[in-house]
């Protein structure tokens, strides 16, 4: 069974950064798609940033991008999220997601997630 078992986040002004983990376990991630997601309250689960274990070929949503740095660290089996530049509209629970069934942006095709971390932007 894989679990997804989530640190980092907090509160941070507009301009600040701040650093996710997400350490996996339940088997060997060699191969594979890790994810971020987020949601704010009253929206919907949106995608941030995918990467593969195997290759790290990363993608990101179109509002983080050049802000947000997704990687990996495959000796720890821990996928990062470094956010830097971070905008009051950022805030949202931070939710890590692992081995999906379909496309990879698509919150709805996990089955794995981690519990959840909380990222607010004071402007």
């Known amino acids: 069974q894989v679990q997804l078992v989530e640190s980092g986040g907090g509160m941070v002004q507009a301009g600040g950064s701040l650093r996710l983990s997400c350490a996996a376990s339940?088997?060997?991630?060699?191969?594979?798609?890790m994810a971020w997601f987020r949601q704010a309250p009253g929206k919907e689960r949106e995608f941030v940033a995918t990467?593969?274990?195997?290759?790290?070929?990363?993608a990101y949503a179109n509002s983080v991008k050049g802000r947000f740095t997704i990687s990996r660290d495959n000796a720890k089996n821990t996928v990062y999220l470094q956010m830097n530049s971070l905008k009051p509209e950022d805030t949202a629970i931070y939710y890590c997601?692992?081995?999906?069934?379909?496309?990879?942006?698509?919150?709805?095709?996990?089955?794995?997630w981690g519990q959840g971390n909380q990222v607010t932007v004071s402007s």
């Open positions: 990467i593969r274990w195997s290759a790290g070929i990363t």
């Open positions: 997601a692992a081995d999906p069934r379909g496309a990879t942006a698509r919150p709805e095709e996990y089955d794995y």
């Open positions: 339940g088997r060997t991630f060699s191969t594979g798609v």
